[in-house]
């Protein structure tokens, strides 16, 4: 008698056990499948390019876009693109963001440039035509054609999202060690250096550094990557992410992190300015001992913010808004790098802080991305800056027939 009542509390314990992993299962599908485009990233996306919904191909970018923001390991800079072929954003099987060049045949001269940077130069929320280094390479062909010199301008993307500059640097060292050589490289930073700063309350290292310290060593403690796959399951899961769509439904889009205020803070913000403006000074001299090293010429460029634009249309006020948390740290490490003598004796450093403070139209999607037109602006700016350079680099341009770029097999 016992026996079957133990039997049968037991079976009891399992059909409900097993009723309840049901229950859960059809939980997180539904979840899953009525907030597909939280979960595909579309959502995210959506909310970051509300000042260019109106666009014309905005919906089919829109798509691509979500296919297409996929990364894969690689060496020393932690991350590239995955591969993808879409009619406005691709990138090439080397996870390179294709760039539009014209074809070089009949030049007498080839000058290459490599271009580096965050998402803003791997071309966040722009069609492949209109990234920055694709409207660099229109403008200086255009320019060199205007100006009656047979010179075919190659530029090659190689920003990254998310990238700080330290990154960059790693990548060029990636590049030149595969024997690719440039004539002129370019870096365009600003935004993922102060973010990164802030999160880590540290310059100079990449964004989410506590993730790679949680990662590392995983696969040889089976306790610590159990747990860590436990916590992942539930912070990923369906029901997690409905909660925080709700949230976000109720209280309205908040400040991505808490906004600055105290005098503790300040102090700290002031430091991390500091630390920022010598990080960037540091990154420079090392980029310009390998310029002469490998001869090629280099030029670093300040990102404009929305913080910066002095008439903040509506979309732009809100990205002001919520990204203000960082506007602190942006205007003091803006100051320091005004005044720093280092920079301000090189002429190959071009502060672009207040590139669009004059105009009027819709130029920043949130606090650091701009419009396609915006990108345009951005690349004259460039090309203006470089311009003495490409006519100086015209000399001994032809020392290289080909530019193999490093491709890592997967």
């Known amino acids: 008698m016992r026996q079957r009542e133990f039997q049968s509390g037991t079976f009891s314990w399992k059909a409900a056990l097993l009723i309840s992993m049901a229950v859960l299962f059809i ?14 990233g579309i959502a995210g996306l959506r909310r970051s390019s509300v000042a260019i919904e109106h666009e014309p191909w905005y919906n089919e970018w829109l798509g691509e876009q979500g296919k297409a923001n996929k990364l ?11 591969p993808f072929s879409g009619k406005q954003v691709s990138v090439t099987e080397e996870g390179l963001r294709t760039t539009l060049n014209e074809p070089c045949e009949g030049h007498e001269r080839v000058v290459r440039v490599f271009m580096f940077g965050g998402s803003t130069m791997w071309g966040f929320p722009t069609r492949d035509e209109f990234t920055i280094p694709s409207c660099l390479s229109r403008i200086g062909n255009s ?13 090659y993307n190689f920003g990254q999202s998310g990238y700080v500059s330290g990154q960059e640097i790693s990548e060029l060292l990636n590049v030149l060690r595969s ?40 696969v040889r403690e089976p306790l610590r990557a159990t747990l860590t796959a436990l916590e992942t399951v539930a912070t990923c899961s ?4 409905v909660a925080r769509v709700v949230t976000r439904s109720i209280l309205g889009q908040q400040s991505q992190m808490p906004a600055a205020g105290s005098r503790a803070d300040a102090v700290m913000q002031d430091d991390l300015a500091q630390q920022i403006v010598r990080t960037y000074e540091a990154n420079i001299a090392f980029v310009e001992a390998l310029s002469r090293a490998f001869a090629f010429s280099a030029e670093f460029v300040w990102q404009p913010l929305v913080f910066t634009k002095t008439h903040l249309t509506k979309p732009e006020q809100d990205a ?3 990204w203000e948390y960082l506007k602190p740290l942006s205007e003091r490490t803006n100051a320091l790098l005004r005044a720093s003598e280092a920079m301000s004796r090189k002429s190959n450093f071009h502060n672009l802080t207040s590139a669009f403070e004059d105009k009027n139209e819709t130029i920043f999607v949130d606090w650091c ?4 037109e915006g990108n345009e602006m951005v690349a004259r700016k460039i090309t203006q800056a470089i311009l003495p350079k490409l006519n100086e680099t015209v000399i001994s341009s ?8 490093p491709h890592r097999p997967q």
């Open 179 to 218: 024997n690719a050589r440039p004539d002129l490289v370019v870096f365009y930073d600003g935004a993922n250096d102060l973010f990164s700063a802030y999160q880590n309350r540290m310059a100079g290292i990449p964004q989410n550094e506590e993730n790679r310290r949680k990662e590392f060593n995983l």
């Open 143 to 155: 320019t060199m054609k205007s100006s009656g010199k047979h010179v075919c301008v190659q530029v």
């Open 72 to 82: 894969r390991w690689h060496p020393y800079a932690y991350w590239r693109s995955l």
């Open 238 to 241: 369906g029901l997690a992410r």
């Open 27 to 40: 939980i997180e599908a539904a979840c899953r499948f009525v907030y597909r485009e939280e979960f595909s």
């Open 320 to 322: 002001a808004r919520l």
């Open 369 to 372: 991305h701009v419009t396609e």
């Open 398 to 405: 032809d020392r290289h027939e080909a530019i193999p770029i």
